[in-house]
């Protein structure tokens, strides 16, 4: 009986299986790899997180700033007064806001502006012409 045939495939399969095992060991070390790097991370913030913590404390709070009205539209307007370089009128905000340059939008933001005044957060230096507060 001839066994060569059953040995070359014998031989065959060994040198896939090893193949398999050895790209199986080099997934193996890359993922611990990137285990190790995924635990020093969680590390380092851990660490941040009790650094910010402990420094808290020591940060004096600033002036409690009255709160803003429940629309979602004021945290925005905010936002485009401390990019601004100067005064802003009701056009200006609404156009960096993205609003359609509409009366009933370009009033709503005046009625918004006017609101700001009223909670001192701006100021309404000429008529119309709003700024941030200093």
Known sequence: MNIQPL????DVQEDAARSLTDDLRTRIEELQARLREAETH????AITRKTVTA????IPTQAASPDLPEHP???HILAVFNEAT???R???VCEAL???LL?????NTRAKLKRLVKLNILTEDDAGSFARKQ
Request: no cysteine; glycine share 4%; charged share 40%.
């Open 73 to 75: 539209d004021y945290p």
């Open 98 to 100: 993205d609003h359609e």
């Open 42 to 45: 969680v590390e380092h913030l």
């Open 86 to 88: 100067g005064p802003l």
């Open 55 to 58: 420094l808290a404390d020591r």
């Open 90 to 92: 009701a056009r200006d």
């Open 7 to 10: 040995l070359d495939a014998l």
């Open 103 to 107: 009366p009933k939008n370009i009033e």
